[in-house]
């Protein structure tokens, strides 16, 4: 078996601490589904987004990653926003989503509007 490479994003070693090995191979999952968008790596904007939010990283990716599309409600219907993003909303939940450069939407942030 090859040897993985080490980990040299600072911002993924410390979304990956305190974590089991099978927990930190589920978050390495999840984040192929995101898009840094403005910031230097995934692990850094899902650490922020985290944090922003009160939420512990692998219920955050999870919550994410569960999100239902179907009958959400997309803003704008077809195509993208000036940002070239669109958001999903369901309830009091809402994803915000980018199309990489193979036009696969990738999460750039989930969270819930409180009331």
Same mark, same amino acid.
């Given at each position: 078996?090859?040897? =993985? ?17 099978? =927990? ?31 939420? =512990? ?59």
């Amino acid at each position: 078996m090859p040897e =993985e490479e080490p980990i040299t994003d600072s911002f993924l070693i410390e979304l990956l601490e305190g974590y089991t090995s099978t =927990e930190a191979a589920e978050i390495q999952r999840y984040m192929k589904q995101w898009d840094a968008a403005t910031y230097t790596s995934v692990a850094q904007s899902i650490l922020d987004h985290a944090a922003r939010k009160g939420i =512990e990283v692998l219920k955050y990716l999870r919550k994410a990653h569960n999100f239902n599309k179907k009958g959400a409600i997309r803003v704008p219907k077809t195509g993208y926003r000036g940002d070239s993003s669109a958001v999903y909303r369901k309830g009091n939940e809402y994803l915000i989503v980018r199309p990489d450069q193979y036009g696969t939407e990738k999460i750039i942030t989930y969270g819930v509007n409180d009331d």
